[in-house]
């Protein structure tokens, strides 16, 4: 079982810049695959970005160049920065854990980009 609790969220001028960070529980963090996902409001939710314990990162392409994700297994925890908002970042930000069979979300984060 693991427990995903995000912070980092807020209110941003377009431009601006957030640092998301995840912290989860559980004995075994190095083996999920980490994500960030979205979801605005009216929309489903997307993939934004996610990362495997070998370094390897995946984005979406409407945030390459802009957003970074990140991860540190000692400290089980993901970050996500996030720079040159816009106003079409805005969404509630979930972050996630997945291992074949198993599937973990947090409860996630306002992220509202607006000047």
């Known amino acids: 079982q693991v427990q995903l609790v995000e912070s980092g969220g807020g209110l941003v001028q377009p431009g601006g810049s957030l640092r998301l960070s995840c912290a989860a529980s559980g004995r075994i963090f190095s083996i999920y695959v980490m994500g960030w996902y979205r979801q605005a409001p009216g929309k489903q939710r997307e993939l934004v970005a996610t990362?495997?314990?070998?370094?390897?990162?995946n984005y979406a392409d409407s945030v390459k160049g802009r957003f970074t994700i990140s991860r540190d297994n000692a400290k089980k925890m993901v970050y996500l920065q996030m720079n040159s908002l816009k106003p079409e970042d805005t969404a509630v930000y979930y972050c996630?854990?997945?291992?074949?069979?198993?599937?973990?979300w947090g409860q996630g984060t306002q992220v509202t980009v607006s000047s």
């Open positions: 996630n854990a997945w291992n074949p069979g198993v599937d973990y």
């Open positions: 990362a495997i314990s070998g370094g390897t990162t």
